[in-house]
Structures are given as C-alpha cells and as structure tokens.
C-alpha cells in the first residue's frame, strides 16, 4: 500500500495513530488489510494496530456512503433542537447515527461538538458547515444532493 | 544488600523492600485487601479498584488503588477505614450486579461485606480484568488477545475476531480467568437472576472473618498466601 | 533571523508598513464566520479595493474569532474602530466607497441595541464587549492568523526576546509563580509551580505539550485562539520551554478542528523559516522544535495521561496520576502539558509583569478567562472576563438575557465535568473554588444557558450517555458506574422511576467520583449531583407525577393538535419525518400516538399554535 508506506516513512514506526489517520482520509476507511499491513510495516503488534483502529471515533472500520452527514451533538446544539435533525435524517433516510444507506449514498455520523456552537445546530455536509440548522432545512439540503446525484447518474 | 523502605500500614510501621506496591507490602503482612485483577506476577493496572487504600498526606486522606502504589519512605496508608469498606463494599456490589456467575465473584463480594444488591443483575462473562491479557501478553509474549474498544463497547477479542495461529494454546488465560473458576452450578436463566448462594460461597462467613483471607477460589492458578502456608 | 537585534529591526519596518496604511478592514474569517459566507466576503472587498486602486494602501486582513459570534459575518474598519455585523458579500462595494473612501458609515450595517434600537459606532461601545476585558481575545483582530509578520509588527515574540535576552530560566519561572496564573483547561493547577516541578525533575529529554484537544461540548475557545492567534500560543511554549529545559514541543489538536490544524501547521513552519522555533533561537543558545500532532476523535485524550499515551501511538487510555507527569510523562520523561489559553497567556505576562495579571481576577483566581457562551441567550459566542466576574454580567449584561423571551432556568459551566446552576445561584463570581463549591466548575470555559424549555433530567441524562460513549472503559467504577447512573436516569425519564433510585444515584455518584482512576470518571457524576441538588423538584415529577415539567421527554409527553387552532394548512404533515400525521387538505389534521416519536417538529413548523405539548 503505497500510502501506508508514505505514512510510515512520514510519522515513524511509533505513530500508528498518525498513519491510520492518513489510511482513513485516503481510503474513506480503515480495511482488514489495512490493519495487517500496518502491523506489518510499522513492526507493532497486529492487536495494537486493531485497538487503536477500534479506539478512536475518527477511524470507521467499514466503507463510508459518498455523502457524509455529520450532526454535531455538543451540549449547545443539543440544546438548540440536534435531536431533531437526527430525527429529520432517520425519517428521510432510514439511518442512524453511525449508519450507511443501503444504496451507499449516505453516512449519519454523531460527533461531539465541532466547535461552533453560536451557531447551533450545526450540520457538516460533504465538508461544507450548514449553520442554524432546522429539519426543514436540512430536508431540503438532502434532497438538493440527491438531485445532484441523479443529475450526475449516481445510484440512490 | 536490599534497600527497605518505611510505611505505616493501618498504624504499624514496617519495613518494606523499596519497589514494593503498597497491597504487595500488605499482603506480606497477611493484611489481604481484596484484589480481583491483581496477579502477583503480572504488571499491576489498577481496573478492578477493589484494593484503594487511604493514602494520607498534609492531612488529607486520598483514595488510590494500593497495586499500582508504590511504598515510598514515610507513607501512611489505611486499608480498611469506614469509608475505604463502604466504597468497596459499593464497588463489589456493582461487580456482583455485572456478573454473578462466578464463585470467585461471589466470594469476593462477600469479602467486601455484600449482603445484597441493589442494581437489576446483568449477566456478563467477562469483567475485563485483564489478567488473560497480561499474561498473553508478558508471560507469553504471544499477544493474541488484548482490550477492544471503548466504554461499554470494550471487550476482550482476538484480531478481527479470530484466535491467531500464534496464540501459543497454553490455556493460561482460561486458568486465570475468574468467571471460569468454579462457576455456579448452572447459568442463570433469564429473568431469573439473583444471588442464589448454593455454591458453596462464603457468603455466610462475611462477618465472621472480615480481615483474613477467606480461602477465595481467586487464589488458584497462581502461589497465592494460602497455598504457599503463609495464612 | 540570528539575532534579537534583527528580529526588533524587522519589528519595526513591519510596524512602519502598518502605520502606512490609509485604512484597515478586519473581518473575521473563523470557522463560525466562515459557515456563513464570510470568505466570499472576503473575496468580494478584495475585488472592489482592487477596483478602485486602493489594494496597496488599505489592509483587508481576515482574523481570527471576534467574540461576537451571534451577530456574524462580523468586520471592524479602522480608522475609527467601526463595527458592522451580520455583513455579506453584497455589501463589499457599499463598505468601500462609503466608509474607506469617504469615511462615512453604512448605517444599516451597525449593531443595534435590542432594547432602544440606537445604533452603535464603536466596536468599544457594543454593548457585549463593554463589560469584558479582552486582553488575550481582543488580539485576535491585530494578526492574520497565517501571518506572522502581522503577529511581529504587533510586538509578538518580544516577550520571547526579553526571556532570552534578560531572565534566565528560574526567573522566568518566578514571575509566572507571581502571577498566579492557573491552568485554563479545567484544572486550575498553578502553572508556575508546575514548570517548576518539571525544571526540577530529573530525565532527558524534557517535553512541552499544548493540549487543544478541547473534546468538551459547547467549548470552542481553544480552537478560536489556536485559529486565530497561533504565534501567541507558540511563544508562550518556547518561553515554558526555556524555563523548564525543553526541547521538543507537541501541539495536539483535536481532529474536529481542521482549521486550527492548519493554522497551527503554518504558524509552525513561518516561525522555522524565521528561525524562531529550531537550532539557536536568535542566537541565544536555546533550541526548540515544536510538532503538530492530530486527534483522532476521543474526549478522553483531553486528559493528560491519555493524551502522552495517543502521541506515543497508542490508544488514549489514562493511567494511575501517583507519579505526577511532570516527573514522567510522555515517553517517560519529565513533561509540561498545558492548555492553549494557559500557553496564551505567558507572553503577555512576561511583556506586561506578573503584577499586572495578578491585578485582574480574585485573590485565588488571578487574569482574565475566556468562556464559550452559548445556548438559550440572545448574544452567544466568546467572552472574556475578569476572573471573578459574576454570572448574572455574563448571562444578562453581555449575553443579553434569555433567547426568546422565554425565562432563563439555569447555567451549565465546566462541561461534562460540571454542573448546572440554577438563577437563585448567578450573583455568584466566576472563579475556581466558588464555582466548584457551588457544586459546578469553570472547567475549560464552557457556559451553556437554559431556558423553561430544558430539561434537568434530560440535560444529566444527555452528559451520562455522552460521558459513557467516551470513557475509555478501562477501569470498573466509571465504565459500570456511568452506565448504571444512565440506566437509572434513563428509567426516570422514560417514567419508570421510583424514589429509591435516588439514592442510589448518590450512591453510585460517590462511588464513581471517589474510586475512578481518572478525572473523566471522577467527575462525572457533577452533572448528576448538581441536577439533584438543585432541581429536585423537577427529578420527583418525573418520578412521582410521570411528567415532565419542561415538556422533553418523549415518553413523558403527547403532541396532540388542536382542531380548533388548526387550519389544515399541513405544513406539520409535510414536516414529519415518520409520516404520523395525517389530514385532508384545509381539514383538522391529526397525529398518530402509535407512530409519533416525540420529535416536536410538527410544534416547530405550525404557525397557528395548534400542535400542543401535554
């Protein structure tokens, strides 16, 4: 794996949570192979790499949809209405926190707090921060990039 | 020549050999603050906290698991005060609750001064005390299992879930492990979990013998007081 | 640069550019602002300076975290210290030809007091900055985060001169002592006496670590200052450095902040390239290198231990704190950890004295501390304020008061490890040891405001799961015990609680607090215990009556509509997300008690009032 040996060359035999990191962001997730061959390469122990792959809430051990959801649940969004937009989601999409669609195309994923919480509720959609968040908003937000999926002819 | 260090243990000030642990030090004193995932030969990790002591300073009592202590000149330690025997009493409560099919767990609760628990049973077969873990992996050095996971999803697992082909199938796990030691005569049935006390566990001599040791069937597997003489 | 004497050069050719400048447009370009357009903002002055010829005699310098964060995308322009809020892209031509070329303002984009509607000029004169002291905040809108010659031109790494130049290193360490400045991030240790320990013990190498892992919700100081100011974090490390004898620096980032990453990523290289951070800093001898190391999403690495144990590669999992981590940390060796804000704080103590930093705050609380203010209150974002500030100056003078109008209930400050306190409690100071008397804690900074419409029960059952899901499991009390609290509040709520469950809670709180191994399990039971202590009454509703007062729980309530309110609009039907409600077109619609869930969208989206709580 040309990234893991990039990683390893970069951080050290030690970082095995830097080099997961880079593994995760390349390849959207962390594979079996993925855990072995870092075991392998970095000469620790493959009970080690699976723990710290098993550990850390930004390592997902199975492929991701295309379009990563992320609702921020930190006290202050919480506190604004967060529990409703993973209402929203679970009523548009069927999915729960931590869950993919069946057709691939979406991941709900919790995260405790992303650090903007005057502008509460927050949402993360592809990378983009939705701020102010409503279930209304956030139906029609799903429902533009579902279009853009079929308008580009991907599944869903 | 071996350096010694002074502690005052519950009042009686003894030598101890530098580098000991305060619960080493006690149980070399025959004082046998109760441990579960202590194992005198494996690293100390300090999970279970069944051993906290009172570790008193500047006038301050502070509470710390005695196996991860180290004696140092001058210490002043409590073992066994009011407070330190509810709160283990409260923390075997909690463990008999977790996992009550175990007559090592059971014993061991009613060392603490278990006489009933409060909290609905649940019925784990596995307490995470890392004493498989620890001895795969120092003893052994075949490091085939290890901790997994976070919070309540931690748990004791292969990589990916499969015995590796270099676990060294020596069994020592399974003989350390205290939810194998004599369990009860049968699993509980669902809905029907409670603390039965037919196994012949010391339940009834609670509080006959509050100091000593209580022959606990955690003492197998390894040379602990009772089986080298020395209780 | 090799020298002290080239560095102060540089200083002031950069500061004479500066002053050079027709005019300044500060904006601010944080994460928060930037969510809502403010780089298209950015773009937008950029075009319209460069229309008019005016791109090299005016500065557009996009900043850091203003505070302000409720009213944004916010701008300052000076000269004249003019504050807009709430400004877009389409205002870029406007702000150009009128403020900068004529000086005038744009009235409409001025901050309006809510309560006379007069317009404010003056950033000076807003009413949310007036009671607060910004000494480390308010820099934020001096320096472009990605520029270190904005962070020199405005006296930065002179603190850093002086230290090499004047004090030697148990000087250094003195006047952080007489300063009394205390951790920032929720432990309130005395740093002073830290670096102190840490000079003292013996082992090589020694390290330096920045903790920005900030994991508590609803606290985002950190990421503002890292964000915005990364130099001042930066110096304050190399000055630790120097006083305790180390030589390799860390920067944990918490991976949720990706901008911090960044801008700490280039504020380390910039001060590399200027030879301020490497071999022979300035020539003095003195070397330090300073890594950025990033999160990987776990509160627990907030805690120092597990913070050493994830840089060295493993999972971030504490350890027994008998032997402290100044005497054997990371890697074993003698470590200082501290917080971003802490680390903030050093330059300005050592350019300004430690006796003008213990001349802020109480006699036990010393300086200014950010606080995160968000929640149910008109005015949220960053605020600082003089250590011993009252809570009530914080929620009503500078927050505004309640959101809404609905009544403000209670504040919850420390985060997971703190508590709620209720109205009767806000005249109370802001300081370490009334805080955590009070049964709460300043923590890292959090101040989350609640209304009528919170719930006690719920907000403690919302920091049990949370805690839950990020303890590390290691040890027995916290990973059983937590659980067993939530499953007990969780029971409340849901309407199966009983009175005794009370006191087990206590029971349980005590044995967590008293027998964990680390300070997430040892405080944890804080939001439990505060709830109780203060909202019982709340508690024994849920309990005795089966209801909830503030109308959140889901098992405890029933939306129902009101056929007389309702005009069959059936917005609340297109709304529901379960599809339990139904109706005919202009008819009385009604809701499914077997499929609704409780989410409370319908009430949000009925503009009639005809969705009703009960």
Redesign the interface.
């Known amino acids: 794996m040309l990234e893991l040996t990039e990683a390893a060359d970069r951080y050290g035999r030690?970082?095995?949570?830097?080099v997961?990191?880079d593994l995760q962001e390349k390849n959207g997730y962390i594979s079996?192979e993925a855990?072995q061959a870092a075991s392998d390469r970095l000469g620790?122990?493959?009970?080690?790499v699976?723990?710290?792959a098993?550990?850390?809430?930004?390592?997902s051990l199975a492929p991701r949809g295309r379009h990563l959801i992320t609702v921020c649940?930190?006290?202050?969004?919480?506190?604004?209405?967060a529990?409703?937009l993973l209402?929203?989601?679970?009523?548009?999409l069927g999915v729960e926190a931590g869950g993919t669609t069946d057709d691939g195309a979406f991941t709900l994923e919790g995260?405790?707090?992303?650090?903007?919480?005057?502008?509460?509720p927050?949402v993360v959609l592809d990378g983009i921060?939705?701020?102010h968040m409503?279930?209304?908003k956030l139906?029609e937000l799903i429902r533009s990039v579902r279009d853009a999926d079929g308008k580009r002819g991907e599944g869903g | 020549m071996e350096e010694y260090v002074h502690i005052t243990l519950d009042g009686a000030k003894v030598p101890v050999p530098k580098g000991t642990t305060v619960l080493d030090a006690a149980l070399s004193y025959g004082i046998c603050i109760p441990h579960l995932c202590h194992v005198p030969y494996l690293t100390p990790i300090g999970v279970c906290r069944l051993c906290i002591v009172e570790l008193i300073e500047n006038g301050r009592a502070k509470v710390t698991t005695s196996c991860t202590l180290d004696a140092k000149e001058g210490m002043v330690i409590r073992t066994n005060s009011e407070k330190i025997r509810n709160l283990r009493r409260k923390l075997a409560e909690l463990l008999v609750a977790e996992a009550p099919n175990s007559r090592a767990v059971q014993d061991l609760a009613a060392r603490c001064g278990v006489t009933e628990v409060r909290y609905p049973f649940r019925n784990h077969d596995c307490v995470l005390c890392g004493r498989c873990v620890r001895v795969c992996e120092e003893v052994w050095q075949a490091r085939a299992l290890g901790f997994v996971g976070r919070g309540k999803a931690r748990r004791v697992e292969f990589p990916f879930g499969v015995k590796p082909d270099f676990c060294k199938e020596c069994n020592t796990c399974i003989d350390l492990c205290p939810m194998t030691i004599t369990p009860c005569p049968g699993p509980m049935k669902t809905g029907e979990e409670y603390l039965c006390a037919q196994c012949a566990s010391q339940v009834s001599m609670a509080e006959n013998m509050p100091d000593t040791c209580v022959l606990c069937d955690l003492g197998q597997g390894f040379q602990c007081a009772r089986q080298t003489g020395q209780v | 640069m090799a020298s002290i004497r080239e560095l102060t050069s540089l200083r002031e050719t950069l500061a004479a550019e500066r002053r050079s400048k027709r005019g300044t447009i500060i904006l601010c370009g944080d994460t928060g602002c930037e969510a809502s357009g403010s780089h298209l903002l950015a773009d937008a002055i950029r075009k319209e300076l460069a229309e008019r010829g005016l791109e090299d005699s005016v500065e557009l310098r996009v900043t850091g975290c203003h505070g302000f964060c409720e009213v944004g995308p916010v701008m300052v322009v000076e000269p004249g210290n003019i504050f807009y809020c709430h400004v877009s892209a389409n205002d870029a031509g406007e702000i150009v030809s009128a403020t900068i070329e004529r000086g005038q303002v744009v009235e409409r984009l001025l901050y309006a007091d809510p309560v006379s509607g007069k317009r404010v000029i003056k950033e000076e004169h807003v009413p949310f900055y007036r009671a607060q002291d910004r000494v480390l905040l308010g820099r934020n809108k001096l320096v472009s985060p990605s520029s270190i010659e904005d962070y020199i031109a405005e006296g930065g790494y002179s603190s850093l001169a002086k230290v090499l130049e004047e004090m030697t290193p148990e000087q250094v360490i003195g006047e952080t002592k007489a300063s009394g400045l205390r951790g920032r991030g929720g432990g309130g240790f005395p740093t002073g006496r830290k670096w102190e320990s840490c000079r003292a013990a013996e082992g090589e190498p020694k390290y330096v670590i920045c903790n920005a892992d900030e994991g508590d919700p609803g606290a985002y100081m950190d990421r503002s200052l890292l964000e915005g100011n990364p130099h001042a974090v930066l110096e304050g490390m190399l000055i630790g450095a120097y006083a305790i004898g180390a030589r390799h620096g860390y920067v944990y980032v918490r991976n949720e902040y990706p901008m911090a990453l960044e801008s700490a990523k280039v504020a380390v290289v910039q001060a590399e390239d200027l030879g301020l951070l490497g071999d022979n800093i300035l020539g003095s001898g003195f070397s330090f290198d300073v890594k950025i190391a990033r999160g990987a999403g776990a509160f627990v690495c907030g805690e120092s231990t597990a913070l050493m144990a994830s840089l060295e590669g493993k999972v971030g999992e504490p350890r027994p704190k008998d032997v402290h981590t100044v005497e054997e940390g990371l890697r074993n060796k003698p470590s200082t950890l501290n917080n971003v804000e802490t680390w903030a704080n050093v330059p300005l103590i050592i350019e300004k004295g430690s006796a003008w930093f213990a001349g802020k705050g109480t006699e036990k609380s010393k300086g200014t501390k950010i606080f995160a203010l968000t929640g149910r209150v008109k005015n949220t974002g960053l605020v600082e304020v003089e250590m011993g500030t009252p809570l009530r100056t914080l929620i009503y003078d500078i927050g505004g008061g309640a959101a809404d109008g609905v009544g403000v209930k209670a504040v919850q400050t420390g985060g997971p490890s703190g508590g709620c306190l209720p109205t009767s409690k806000f005249d109370l100071p802001v300081d370490f040891e009334t805080l955590a008397e009070a049964g709460s804690m300043v923590g890292s900074g959090g101040m989350v405001v609640m209304d009528e419409r919170t719930c006690m029960v719920d907000v403690a059952k919302y920091f049990l799961n949370f805690l839950l899901d990020e303890s590390c499991g290691k040890c027995f009390p916290c990973r059983v015990g937590i659980d067993r609290m939530l499953e007990i509040v969780t029971d409340i709520t849901e309407g199966r609680g009983s009175p005794e469950q009370i006191a087990l809670l206590e029971d349980l709180a005590e044995t967590v607090s008293e027998t964990s191994l680390c300070a997430l399990g040892k405080t944890a039971a804080n939001p439990v215990i505060s709830t109780l202590r203060y909202f019982r009454d709340e508690y024994e509703a849920h309990i005795n009556d089966k209801r909830c007062p503030a109308g959140v729980c889901r098992e405890l309530i029933e939306y129902w509509i009101d056929e007389e309110k309702c005009t069959g609009c059936g917005a609340c039907l297109r709304a529901c997300p379960h599809r339990a409600i139904s109706g005919e077109k202009e008819g009385p619609h009604t809701i499914d008690a077997a499929t609704c869930v409780k989410c409370g969208i319908c009430h949000d989206e009925c503009q009639f009032d005809a969705v009703v709580i009960r």
């Open positions: 030690s970082q095995v949570v830097e997961l990191q079996r855990i620790a122990p493959l009970i080690e699976y723990r710290v098993h550990f850390y809430k930004a390592f649940t930190g006290t202050a969004c919480h506190v604004r209405g529990p409703r209402d929203e989601v679970k009523g548009q995260v405790n707090c992303l650090g903007a919480c005057a502008l509460g927050v921060y939705h701020h409503t279930p209304n139906r």
